[in-house]
Nanobody, 113 residues
Framework: QVQLVESGGGLVQPGGSLRLSCKASQIIRSIFPIDWYRQAPGKERELVASIGSDGSTNYVDSVKGRFIISRDNAKNTCYLQMNSLKREDTAVYYC???????WGQGTLVTVSS
């Protein structure tokens, strides 16, 4: 069973940047789309960004123009570059591969001054 491990979360001031990483324990076939979700306190988990096998990307409206999702299949890693962070981006961020039904454990991002 493949495992996903997120890293890169932490405390950042509004307007700052973070890059999250999601590393798979096994080779992830390039055909599998990878998603980043987040869950803020008291809210439902929401889809933030997705990247397809062809590199196509999709974003929730609230992060368009600020977040960039990418993948490095050779490193079995997916990234989420988060720029111009806002307080409302505070959440636990999870990566997910639907084709395998696998979630990571999550990494906490806190945007606060």
């Amino acid at each position: 069973q493949v495992q996903l491990v997120e890293s890169g979360g932490g405390l950042v001031q509004p307007g700052g940047s973070l890059r999250l990483s999601c590393k798979a324990s096994q080779i992830i076939r390039s055909i599998f789309p990878i998603d980043w979700y987040r869950q803020a306190p008291g809210k439902e988990r929401e889809l933030v960004a997705s990247i397809g096998s062809d590199g196509s990307t999709n974003y929730v409206d609230s992060v368009k123009g600020r977040f960039i999702i990418s993948r490095d299949n050779a490193k079995n890693t997916c990234y989420l570059q988060m720029n111009s962070l806002k307080r409302e981006d505070t959440a636990v961020y999870y990566c997910y591969i639907a084709a395998m039904g696998v979630w990571g454990q999550g990494t906490l991002v806190t945007v606060s001054s």
